[in-house]
């Protein structure tokens, strides 16, 4: 899309385009191999559940005791592994385009999907703890099994599928937590979940048939099974609430703040490490005679990640857990005398805003800073203080923006300037608030109406930078469109390192500064 020239002092659009793209790469690129590496680590947390583990020496020892050659038994094994893997990318494939870009985003903000995936993990997790089982149709099962039992290449290939779906019920809740995780992200992350997920899932295999001496180095199967299966639960009960929050986060129906999310994570954490010391038993777990070095271990993980919990409930931003955690409104919790709460202000720095902000009875920007969340009443107050806009695109379902925020804006430097060089709006792209019908307006980008705070700030962000991913931060003359064309410095998205951030902060106010004086001549 061709963008009118701007001042020789603006850096050129093409310029523009290329950092803002290359920034916007840097960060999913970083994304996607995290998140490719969670599901390695996903992958090999599978294997030690009672459905794959006793399967593993089974698998291995029809590979390596059949009438063929040993040559051709580790082939079959490398043709097993890779049709494992195969049936894992396929199925994130399908997630990828039977959902596509809007189903992706209407996954991550909508109520819907949000609460059916609340209540999958919950089903989920309660089956994990031993509640009931989850198992596929015996007719599926038993009709994948006989075309594996015909034998040759196709036979190893159904061996492989008949593995997938024998160990649904343990494998289940972990593949849709990693699918349900990547429909968030962009297209490809389901594709790249399923990748690492199955690569873990199908080394063992593969491996163990090349070199079968390895087999007597595998623990026995045996109580621990049930105890990895029953860890597996509580942390499937955990990851549940993050739905709930999303839907209630974008529709603002507060039936899970901060306080009682925090509460129910130290619960369920506390739990965990109580059944780790084996003060409690759940069904089919085995008695337990002695306290092994690996079950205190997780105990101490548990009960710690319990003791940081804690101080969230109290204020403490809790850093680590920024993305996943509903933001900080109010504390229920506190060990202030109530005269030193009735004390303290709100915001030390309201009287900085030049009128009350709309929506903000319902959005808040972090670390008290004032700002404002509508586009318009930001270039009023910026034109009357003489001052540029930080434009921060951001979303209730947003891990990075949360991150950033926890992280790089409480750093002195940056939230000083943020505090006293710029008027700050946060423009919500998945809030759920409905526009007064008057502001209704069809998008000149995709022909649709908007009538939505969200879709309204979306096609803000769709239309003027051609951008669909948050974070994005845009730093803008007031005077001027909101567009990449008229932005005072490369507009970044997710950017952890304080200096950079800095950085773009300081090159964006010298570059307004620059204008000022050449417009005042």
Not at 348 to 369: D, I, K, Q
Not at 437 to 466: C, I, M, P, R
């Amino acid at each position: 899309m061709a963008v009118a020239p701007v001042e020789a002092a603006v850096t050129p659009p093409t310029s523009l385009a290329a950092s803002s793209a290359a920034a916007a790469t840097d960060a999913t690129s970083g994304g996607l191999w995290s998140f490719a590496l969670a599901a390695f680590v996903s992958g090999l947390l599978a294997l030690v559940t009672p459905c794959v583990f006793p399967l593993i020496p089974m698998t291995v020892s029809f590979f390596t005791s059949g009438s063929g050659s040993r040559q051709q038994g580790i082939l079959k094994a490398v043709v097993y592994g890779l049709s494992i893997i195969f049936v894992y990318v396929v199925v994130g494939l399908l997630v990828t385009i039977l959902l596509g870009a809007d189903g992706l985003n209407l996954i991550s903000t909508h109520w819907l999907p949000n609460l059916i995936f609340f209540v999958v993990f919950v089903v989920f997790g309660l089956s994990f703890l031993g509640l009931f089982e989850i198992t596929l149709p015996h007719g599926m099962v038993n009709k994948i099994d006989a075309q594996a039992d015909k034998g040759g290449w196709g036979g190893v290939f159904f061996m492989a599928l008949t593995l997938v779906v024998v160990s649904f019920s343990c494998t289940g809740p972990i593949v849709a937590t990693i699918l349900s995780l990547a429909a968030q992200g962009e297209r490809v992350t389901p594709v790249v979940g399923m990748l690492g997920f199955s690569l873990a899932f199908a080394l063992p295999f593969t491996l163990f048939a090349i070199f079968p001496a390895w087999l007597k180095g595998l623990p026995r199967s045996g109580g621990w099974l049930n105890t990895v299966k029953v860890v597996l639960g509580f942390v499937e009960l955990m990851l549940a609430l993050k739905f709930l929050s999303m839907a209630d986060l974008a529709y603002h129906w507060n039936l899970l703040p901060r306080d009682i999310y925090l509460v129910l994570w130290i619960a369920l954490s506390g739990l965990l490490g109580f059944y780790l010391l084996g003060r409690f038993k759940l069904s089919h777990d085995s008695d337990l005679t002695h306290l092994s070095v690996g079950r205190l271990l997780m105990a101490v993980l548990a009960f710690s990640f319990m003791t940081y919990l804690v101080p969230g409930l109290f204020g403490a931003p809790l850093p680590l857990l920024a993305g996943y955690l509903p933001p900080q409104s109010r504390n229920d919790f506190t060990l202030a005398r109530p005269e030193q709460v009735a004390s303290t202000p709100v915001s030390a720095t309201g009287n900085s805003l030049c009128e009350a902000p709309r929506y903000a009875e319902f959005l808040e920007l972090p670390h008290g800073l004032p700002g404002y969340f509508d586009l318009e009443q930001a270039k009023r107050c910026a034109r009357a203080q003489n001052k540029p806009i930080f434009i921060d695109f951001t979303g209730h379902a947003c891990v990075n923006c949360r991150k950033m925020e926890a992280t790089v804006w409480k750093d002195p430097q940056v939230l000083k300037r943020l505090r006293e060089d710029f008027v700050v709006v946060a423009l919500y792209v998945d809030d759920k608030a409905s526009l007064p019908q008057n502001e209704w307006y069809v998008s000149a980008h995709d022909g649709k109406q908007k009538t939505t705070l969200g879709k309204k700030n979306a096609d803000t962000q769709l239309t003027g930078f051609n951008v669909n991913a948050q974070p994005y931060y845009v730093l803008l003359d007031p005077n001027s469109a909101t567009d990449l064309a008229h932005a005072l410095t490369p507009p970044i998205a997710y950017e952890p390192d304080v200096a950079a951030f800095v950085q773009f902060l300081d090159a964006g106010l010298a570059q307004f500064r620059q204008q000022a004086a050449v417009a005042g001549r």
